[in-house]
């Protein structure tokens, strides 16, 4: 029976999983992501120690330690709770779909014998742009943006406020990237370089370090750029936000959507209301589900 054939899949990703995720903290390799995110947030966080922008911010900053934990929660246990077995089912379900149309591979482009560095740039420019739209409409979009205000709850800038984000945030941005790169023939593998990079341009544009790449600012992401993403007031001729680059620049400057007035050193951040949003952990990641809950109930 198929739901059989489901069951074993998120049994075998739940094994599956909590295997990889011992054998990454307990064996360190080269391949090891556990390792390598602790490396690169001690790093960036030295950097911030030893060269701080906003001298006036403590080392240990406001909400420090509920950024770390959703660091390592977004990271790893989310998908060991949930993500790993709900993604392997859908990827699952979406081959028996287009399996009923006699589809069973879908991969439009191959790219096999292009070079490896080739490959990378693809792959990275893709998803940055795939990124960088599912970004916009977690800013236009209001029932999304209530899961992204997660993120804007910060209120002093940090590297692990990079990974300060609703659990939801994962499941949107994966699942949009999922079968334009499918096609393109990558797989989870091909990620792990790129992924590396990512993170650490993503640490760096939240650090309390000033960072402009100078004439690379163009291109990636920086600090300076990106606190003003974080920004409470908005110009008025951007009322969704500005500077939605995650790793890239290019489509802020591309698209018009770039903002730097100044620098903005101790410019205050957040959004309007942020009095009441709920400040724990347990409470922010079921805010949204209970704040659409009310906004129903008062219809």
Same mark, same amino acid.
């Given at each position: 029976m198929?739901?059989?054939?489901?069951?074993?899949?998120?049994?075998?990703?739940?094994?599956?999983?909590?295997?990889?995720?011992?054998?990454e903290m307990?064996?360190p390799s080269?391949h090891?992501?556990?390792?390598w995110?602790?490396?690169?947030?001690?790093?960036?966080?030295?950097?911030?120690?030893?060269?701080?922008?906003?001298?006036?911010?403590?080392?240990?900053?406001?909400?420090?330690?509920?950024d770390?934990f959703?660091?390592?929660?977004?990271y790893?246990?989310?998908s060991?709770?949930?993500y790993?077995?709900?993604?392997?089912?859908?990827?699952?379900?979406?081959?028996?779909?287009l399996?009923?149309?006699?589809?069973?591979?879908?991969?439009?482009?191959?790219?096999?014998?292009?070079?490896?560095?080739?490959?990378?740039?693809l792959l990275?420019? /893709?998803?940055?742009?795939i990124?960088?739209?599912?970004h916009? +409409?977690?800013h236009? &979009?209001?029932? $999304? #943006?209530?899961f992204? =205000?997660?993120?804007?709850?910060?209120?002093?800038?940090?590297?692990?406020?990079?990974?300060?984000?609703?659990?939801?945030?994962?499941?949107?941005?994966?699942?949009?990237?999922y079968?334009?790169?499918?096609?393109?023939?990558?797989?989870?593998?091909?990620?792990?370089?790129?992924h590396?990079?990512?993170?650490?341009?993503?640490?760096?544009?939240h650090a309390? /370090?000033?960072?402009?790449?100078?004439?690379?600012?163009?291109? +990636?992401?920086?600090? &300076?750029?990106? $606190? #003003?993403?974080?920004? =409470?007031?908005?110009p008025?001729?951007m009322p969704?936000?500005?500077?939605?680059?995650?790793?890239?620049?290019?489509?802020d400057?591309l698209f018009?959507?770039?903002?730097i007035p100044?620098?903005?050193?101790y410019?205050?951040?957040?959004?309007?209301?942020?009095?009441?949003?709920?400040?724990?952990?347990?409470?922010?990641?079921?805010?949204?589900?209970?704040?659409?809950k009310?906004?129903?109930d008062?219809?």
């Amino acid at each position: 029976m198929e739901i059989e054939k489901y069951i074993k899949i998120i049994g075998d990703s739940y094994y599956g999983y909590f295997n990889y995720l011992v054998n990454e903290m307990f064996y360190p390799s080269w391949h090891n992501y556990f390792w390598w995110l602790l490396g690169l947030s001690v790093g960036v966080w030295l950097l911030e120690i030893f060269l701080p922008w906003r001298e006036k911010q403590a080392i240990f900053r406001k909400d420090f330690w509920l950024d770390g934990f959703y660091m390592f929660f977004n990271y790893f246990l989310f998908s060991l709770i949930a993500y790993n077995a709900i993604s392997n089912v859908a990827v699952e379900l979406f081959n028996d779909f287009l399996g009923l149309f006699g589809v069973e591979n879908i991969v439009a482009i191959h790219i096999e014998s292009w070079p490896r560095w080739a490959q990378f740039l693809l792959l990275f420019l /893709i998803a940055d742009f795939i990124q960088w739209n599912v970004h916009r +409409l977690l800013h236009r &979009v209001p029932a $999304l #943006w209530e899961f992204h =205000k997660v993120h804007h709850s910060v209120e002093e800038m940090g590297f692990a406020a990079h990974l300060r984000f609703h659990w939801m945030e994962t499941i949107l941005y994966k699942s949009a990237q999922y079968i334009p790169l499918a096609m393109i023939g990558y797989g989870l593998e091909d990620f792990f370089i790129v992924h590396i990079f990512t993170t650490a341009i993503g640490h760096l544009n939240h650090a309390n /370090i000033k960072l402009t790449y100078g004439p690379l600012k163009f291109i +990636l992401n920086n600090p &300076v750029m990106h $606190l #003003w993403h974080h920004a =409470k007031a908005l110009p008025k001729n951007m009322p969704y936000g500005v500077n939605y680059g995650i790793t890239l620049s290019l489509w802020d400057y591309l698209f018009k959507t770039d903002y730097i007035p100044h620098e903005g050193e101790y410019e205050p951040l957040g959004f309007d209301g942020m009095e009441e949003f709920p400040k724990t952990f347990w409470q922010q990641v079921t805010y949204p589900f209970f704040k659409k809950k009310s906004n129903e109930d008062a219809e």
